[in-house]
């Protein structure tokens, strides 16, 4: 288990924590944009925690559920629609409601 308190993590440290191999992980960067550690001088590859979460939704998919990398990022990019179009439901309805109280605010003038 990963020390939580940590910021970044070593690739040794994925690769042990979700049972990946370094090639895994390295193509698995190639294929996700989301997935772009940073590299210290030596070329020592580093995970944030924001990363660590998408790999673990990666490791579930392809393991647990059986999808291919392809539909995890349709999974994915799923997602991501589902967030914008709920977000743009809750931006329409508080403009609604915005613009009703503003017109009762008119008529209490």
Do not use: C
Not at 27 to 42: A, G, I
Not at 65 to 80: A, P
């Amino acid at each position: 288990m990963l020390d939580t308190t940590k910021h970044l993590f070593s690739i040794k440290e994925v690769s042990a924590e979700f049972n990946l191999s370094y090639s895994t992980l390295r193509f698995w960067e190639s294929q996700f944009k989301e997935l772009k550690p940073v590299k210290n001088n030596r070329g020592v590859r580093y995970y944030n925690a924001e990363m660590l979460e998408l790999l673990r939704t990666i490791t579930y998919l392809t393991r647990q559920q059986g999808y291919t990398l392809d539909g995890v990022k349709k999974y994915l990019f799923g997602e991501k629609h589902r967030h914008l179009e709920r977000n743009s439901q809750i931006v329409k309805t508080l403009e609604e409601i915005r613009q009703t109280l503003l017109h009762i605010k008119q008529g209490m003038e």
